[in-house]
């Protein structure tokens, strides 16, 4: 029929009709609860007030030290660690989240209030080529990790330490 408006849900129970009301009422009391900023109202940065959310680069978190800090410190020591072994074929690192996350932001000229754009798994492998000066990330959250054990010397020790 012509100007008869269609049902948004047909062959619904009533209670659960009355679940999606009452769902309906709580979510628009939440809403309306929300703080409405004033829009000529100049408002200012507050460290505190979450920035981390938005700009963690710049936030020094409470006991600790700055993301952007812990990213340069991270590929200084990366650099330091490269140039010590120039003639190595492979070198292994091992380091936690944020100091990675901070050198495939750098290597990938990804801000790093964008890092999490990227995601690293825990024990995944990140896989980096370092050529005439140059990076380039190959892998991220790589598990194919060495399938055969390092050969042990006669004391216990790896050969690799050697």
């Known amino acids: 029929m012509p100007g008869r408006p269609?049902?948004?849900?047909?062959?619904?129970?009533?209670?659960?009709l009355l679940f999606l009301e009452k769902q309906l009422t709580d979510l628009r009391t939440f809403v309306d609860k929300l703080p409405v900023l004033d829009p000529s109202v100049v408002w200012l940065q507050d460290p505190s007030s979450g920035d981390w959310r938005s700009e963690p680069a710049e936030i020094c978190v409470p006991g600790g030290e700055r993301l952007a800090d812990v990213a340069e410190r991270?590929?200084?020591?990366?650099?330091?660690?490269?140039?010590?072994?120039?003639?190595?074929?492979?070198?292994l690192v091992v380091s936690h989240n944020f100091p990675i996350l901070g050198i495939v932001c750098r290597i990938t000229g990804t801000h790093l209030n964008d890092y999490r754009s990227f995601h690293l798994d825990p024990c995944g492998v990140t896989r980096l080529a370092y050529h005439a000066g140059h990076w380039n990330l190959t892998e991220v959250n790589g598990r194919e990790y060495t399938r055969t054990a390092l050969p042990y010397s006669q004391n216990g020790r790896s050969s690799a330490t050697k």
């Open 6 to 16: 269609t049902p948004l849900l047909a062959d619904v129970p009533v209670t659960y």
């Open 74 to 91: 991270a590929w200084n020591g990366l650099n330091q660690i490269v140039q010590r072994h120039p003639d190595a074929e492979r070198i």
